[in-house]
């Protein structure tokens, strides 16, 4: 016998199961070529007795050696290192183990083309151009910590445990309907409402339910990206309609749906993504007329409704009369940051209820965790406090940067001053190398993490959006300098 | 003019804007026939004037009633109630009002089959008898709280906001997969895992990335109810193959191998769901060397690998050798209760990274905030110590209701006692009315949240799970004293 005494380490104090200990270090000692197939183990007494262990703990060591294929349990001959280790092994190693992941399985899959991966490794100091994202330092950390502390309170966690609406939970549900109906004039009910992790989740649900392979949808063009993602994955056909300053082109849908039979329609009227115009009121006056017409199935996108500089005429189209086939959907995302995910999704009833099974299927009991934390937030009255706060923090950030850059970099950039949202679409004269210019400005120490189309690159545009609400002045400021010191040096 | 300085109330207090409280009280001056169709809106300087408003707010309100159609903008004329309103509007009357949501929509989705939902009313008092859920008292409060402070630190708030990895945090994937190798022997690098929103998640990105509609799918009789839902609604064909004392019988699953190309197997090996057996050693064996054999995708469910009352001989057979073709999936749900459900994944790395795309289309960015919290609570040992005390409780509630059942139900009720887990199985005799028993039980307080299977109601078997982990000793007695007046009185 081996000196096993020596050779197995039991730790007593570790958080691993001494018979796990035990299996773990059979398997080192066999990778190791120390113990070679086809010797035979130790009986569990003898190693029981050499280790001052119980009999029971050797047994369950053996029996998972066994159970994960390095140990034979032979009739008579009792345990023995498996024969067949060198042959059918060595398949599976990895980093130098065995009996791990390979990097490719051995069945088929569905595989995803490239796609630019956002990476999350910044440098120290770097300035980060985002898509739009809200200033994290703007929330009221005091009262967010008090919701925290409430929601961890046992008798809620135990209310929320037991609890099961499959839509959402109906606090949240309740208080995001005032809210809509506050803010956005739109007049639900509970039974309208489904809770999803952020926008995102409600797109790909509303889809999933409508799109069937080979079904053809209507897109801006240009649109938001994730979106138009997840209706090619459930097999769609996108027929993309021009976006002008006046939003989407209505008159081509017209054309469209009088050829075509079209299933959904996803539109982005208010601060469409990525271009920020907004729709004008004789195109979506003009729109709900095609909805109700063809019983258009609609995703009205409504991301950043939340951000407004001045009066703002627009309310959604969901809050005018389109026969219940507009799904709306949004987030608040845009308000508390990505850390908390929380969006919706506004449908006629029925069509919430099977939503709500799909989300079960996908995130069986929800968030509600969350969605606690965010009731207290929005009946509290602390959600439209931060909105308010926030709108003059953008509103100024963004005349900053808008003022900035028509001074520093009219010559190359055109842009239209929103009227609100969280970032502004900068388009560069068709000849910049904008690829270029951000690799030269990303070794200044700037790293775009937001939608940008290069015609360096083969996209049909020469833009970027620019998210100017998570930047202070002060990095707006070094941001366009960098910008203009990158373009000049291409120039 | 109507006297409209009466008839709108305009509150500057109102969280609501201006424009928009002038806008919803058109609509309602209309709805209640106050203002007829085709009647003239005043001018906007005139209500302006009027009202006491900038003309650029009445402008706003006016644009916004256009928008949503119940105005008309003639040329020459100005603002009208649009005259149309009488005909195309009834339809869309919902709870009294005009502009909202119908019960269905006009266009076509999927929906689902009537579905037992949980519901989450429950009566004071009421002993909920779940699937097999944590006793949330059992959470250190003041650690998470202490992680959730530690979290919403503005330094952390916006590391967290600006990071983007698309398989979920690295210092949470890296946590995981030491945990996952202290406790189940699985030797993995971060690459190899995903995080997501529960083990259903998994379940479901997993199915979706395999399953085609047509494929053959082999699980359990009987198995885990949302797995089965999962792989129907992605169109496939379920092949259900008995699970016995020793688990699923692995020699009806070789005959259907040889039979038929079989796209993925789902297994739950360990407590198996509902039933709560183990797989026998031989039988993992045999399985193992079938998906080599076979090149199988295989889903290893194992939601409650963590509770194990004693040496447990069995590691997950992802831990085994399986050439990268086991994707196994859990979660910390059954750990940290529902509030907090955090999932993963963990399978070959290329399987992973379309994993983590799919999860970009359904949930963005994931779930960061919680990750950072779960991350801390693993590093700093505060998981494994909650486990550790759990497992203590659990195993004694286990025993104690066990106990119960044997002295005071055992003429009706057939029982194995599980290692570990957090769910009895019983099984009725078949004659017993099971539902009725359950319906005068609920009279008596008790509500059923877990699986229930009963002749009466056309199931195969007459049992259901009895979660014993979230009740103490006083909840389980009066739950088995009321089980068994209910079914005293139908006998």
Known sequence: MLPYKNLLIIDKNSDQAVFNQIAMQFIHLIQEGKLLPGTPLPSTRALALDLGLHRKTIVAAYESLVASNWVDNLPRKGFIVSPNLPVVRPRSYHNGRIGAYETDPGFEYAQFGSFPYPSSLHQKDEIIIDDGFPDITLLPGHVLLKEYRNALDPVVLKKLSTGWDIEGSSDCRNALCGFLNQTRGIDIKAENLLTTRGAQMAIYIAASLIIKPGDK???????????????????????????DSNGMNTEIVEEILKKHRVRLIYIIPHHHHPTTVTMSVERRTHLLRLIKNYQLAVIEDDYDYDFQFQYEPYLPLASGDHGGNIIYIGSLTKVLGAPFRLGYMVAAEKFIHAAATKRMLINLRGDIFTEQV????????????????ANKVYRQRCHFLADLLSTELSDVVELTRPNGGMALWL??????????????????????????????NNAPYNALRFGFASLDEADLSKAVGILKTSIRQLK
């Open 374 to 389: 965010v009731s207290s937030l929005i009946t509290g009255g602390e959600l439209t406090r931060l909105i308010q706060k």
């Open 217 to 243: 949808v209507i897109v801006g063009d240009p649109s938001y990206i994730f979106a138009n993602m997840v209706f090619k994955e459930l097999g769609a056909e996108l027929i993309q309609v021009p976006v």
């Open 427 to 456: 388009q560069f004269h068709a000849d910049l190398p904008l690829t270029k210019v951000l690799e030269k400005a990303s070794v200044r120490g700037i790293k775009m993490m937001g939608s940008v189309y290069s015609r360096d």
